[in-house]
């Protein structure tokens, strides 16, 4: 005859009770206590430039820490203070104090200055952005003649200065103008340096589909790292002085470059040797703004 499993009593199943449902309290009790902790912690993130010149990087990783932290709702203002009578303002007043110590303590001293007397959150941020984003049409003018009127220098590598271009672009999409993918990918052809004219003929050579941001950056990267291997190839078998021969051909002189420039005809428009006036590029990426913003 099988065994019987013996049964338990009743004073033994509420023991077992109780201690099941403590240890989930005490679990409970531990997430909380972690995402407590969580939500007080001031990420580090790198300062505001006394300049501003980082704002765009500078707004994008403080909104993504506030919004981590779900204080993002007290600086856009969907979440409203409530009544200083009421027993849920002490809660959302030291939230608030939170919020503006993440975006205060992220900022160098002039920038700082800008926020010293906000009394709110929303307030410290709606300051920063007017002072740094600006607003109205003159800013957007001036941004578009910053984006089509800069000239990148092959002193340096290209890339970081083809960020600042695209970062300009991004302000003038917070402005309300936005750009078009094609019209940002010509500004960096065209602000190019002399010693690219033939990559960037090839590129303004292009169909319209190959005109995209992604497309040209990667065209310059590759003719970038190509001038840098053959520059080590010829270091490798003569010393040269800062812009001597690459090894194939000698340096043509700066007045047989200029002279060269020149042959091929003068733009009225941009003042630059090498090209005629209706074959400007840049001229006809203003005029392609001029009829977007129209």
Not at 38 to 59: C, H, I, M, Q, T
Not at 196 to 217: C, F, P, W
Request: with cysteine; net charge neutral; glycine share 4%.
């Amino acid at each position: 005859m099988p065994a019987s499993a013996t049964p338990t009593s009743a004073p033994e199943n509420t023991a077992a009770t109780a201690s099941v449902a403590a240890s989930n309290s005490n679990a409970t009790t531990a997430k909380a206590t972690t995402a407590k902790a969580a939500s007080n912690r001031l990420y580090d993130v790198p300062f505001l430039e006394e300049n501003g010149a980082n704002f765009a990087y500078w707004k994008y990783r403080v909104e993504m820490v506030l919004q981590v932290r779900g204080l993002w709702p007290l600086v856009d203002g969907s979440e409203k203070a409530p009544d200083t009578t009421s027993s849920d303002y002490p809660d959302w007043a030291y939230r608030d104090r939170d919020a503006r110590a993440q975006i205060s303590l992220t900022l160098s001293d002039e920038p700082l200055n800008t926020v010293f007397y906000a009394r709110t959150a929303q307030d410290a941020w709606d300051r920063l952005m007017t002072r740094y984003e600006g607003k109205g049409e003159q800013k957007v003018a001036y941004l578009i003649s910053e984006l089509f009127r800069s000239t990148l220098s092959d002193d340096t590598p290209l890339d970081p200065q083809i960020n600042t271009i695209i970062r300009t672009a991004h302000t003038l999409s917070a402005l309300g103008q936005v750009l078009d993918d094609k019209l940002i990918a010509i500004a960096i052809i065209i602000s190019l340096p002399p010693s690219y004219d033939t990559l960037q003929t090839i590129l303004t050579a292009a169909k319209s589909v190959d005109l995209t941001i992604d497309n040209v950056r990667s065209q310059i990267a590759l003719e970038e790292q190509r001038r840098n291997r053959e520059s080590d190839s010829a270091g490798a078998f003569a010393a040269r002085s800062k812009g001597g021969a690459t090894g194939k051909a000698p340096p043509m002189s700066k007045e047989d470059r200029l002279a060269k420039r020149q042959a091929k005809g003068f733009c009225s428009h941009c003042k630059i040797p090498g090209h005629k006036t209706e074959d400007c590029q840049r001229l006809k990426a203003e005029r392609d703004i001029g009829s977007a913003t129209a």
